[in-house]
């Protein structure tokens, strides 16, 4: 039961505005009115849709390479409350090429960052997007990346020029609207005060002379044994970029010349020769 005092103040709120009892009449249109959205106006929108986790999206390409562009150290970014991690130390050298662009964690700061970036087509080669959950540096050396892999697929320039754009935007949408991970969203469904903690740590597009190469990066690797339930969970995240994402149908062969399958390959096994390599295909 509301208290006394709880009861006289909202009586006092109603002879403020209006005869006490008297039900107030909202001016929907009018508040309407004042909603301003990235969708309406790009630089001055007033309502925010918070994302489930703050990104940061970094890039990189000749052109900013030995420059001494302003930029945020690696060190202010540790996987982890607290100092950096000696896997982000040993990141520092390669890591002073990549330049940190912005933060988010809204769905209107999402597109006000995509609409004032150059897009993938257009980048000069050997460039980079790396877009990566806020804490997490796109380096395996990172705590949250060194016992992960990544799924990624290898598309020849010249054929999909037209089609790589759309496919890095939807790689991203899936990526911070946390749909890449099947055990995620079907928690999330059924349990949302439980969610597991997400495999997905990034993404990247890479322009090379005569491919583009889009990836999909996890925090953790499987086992390869048949038996082995993150294997079936990395095999989800597998099936729903190529079909889901990047629209190729289930069981349809992409290999060919500078071409791949969608791949998974983790980043230990990167580092062997190709006989040694263990790889999933979506």
């Known amino acids: ?58 890039f990189d390409s000749p052109a900013t390479k030995g420059r001494n562009l302003p ?33 988010f964690d809204s769905v209107e700061e999402f597109w006000g960052l995509y609409n ?18 806020e804490g997490i540096i796109p ?14 697929i290898q598309l020849p320039r010249d054929k999909n020029r037209d089609n790589v754009d759309k496919m890095w935007l939807y790689t991203m949408l899936a990526a911070i609207g946390e749909t890449f991970d099947p055990l995620l969203t079907e928690a999330a469904a059924s349990e949302p005060d439980s969610t597991p903690q997400s495999l997905i740590t990034g993404v990247i597009v890479s322009i090379r002379p005569q491919f583009y190469r889009i990836s999909i990066w996890t925090r953790l690797a499987p086992s390869y044994e048949e038996e082995d339930p993150l294997k079936t ?11 889901q994402v990047l629209g190729y149908k289930e069981g349809q062969k992409l290999s060919g010349p500078l071409a791949t399958e969608v791949e998974f390959l983790s980043h230990k096994d990167s580092e062997k020769g190709k006989g040694k390599q263990r790889k999933l295909i979506a």
């Open 71 to 103: 930029q945020t150290p690696i060190s202010a970014f540790p996987p982890t409350p607290g100092p950096a991690t000696p896997g982000v130390a040993a990141a520092q050298g390669w890591m002073e090429d990549i330049k940190r662009v912005i933060s």
């Open 1 to 58: 039961m509301a208290s006394a005092a709880a009861v006289n103040a909202a009586l006092a709120d109603q002879a403020d505005s209006g005869e006490a009892g008297e039900i107030q009449e909202v001016n929907m249109e009018a508040q309407a009115e004042g909603i301003r959205t990235v969708f309406s106006d790009p630089t001055n929108f007033n309502v925010k849709h918070p994302l489930y986790s703050a990104w940061t999206l970094w």
């Open 116 to 133: 004032n970036i150059v897009a993938p087509s257009k980048l000069p080669q050997k460039a980079n997007y790396y877009l990566f959950k």
């Open 233 to 243: 969970r990395i095999e989800g995240v597998g099936a729903h970029f190529k079909m």
């Open 139 to 152: 380096a395996w050396e990172d705590e949250a990346n060194k016992n992960g892999g990544k799924w990624s």
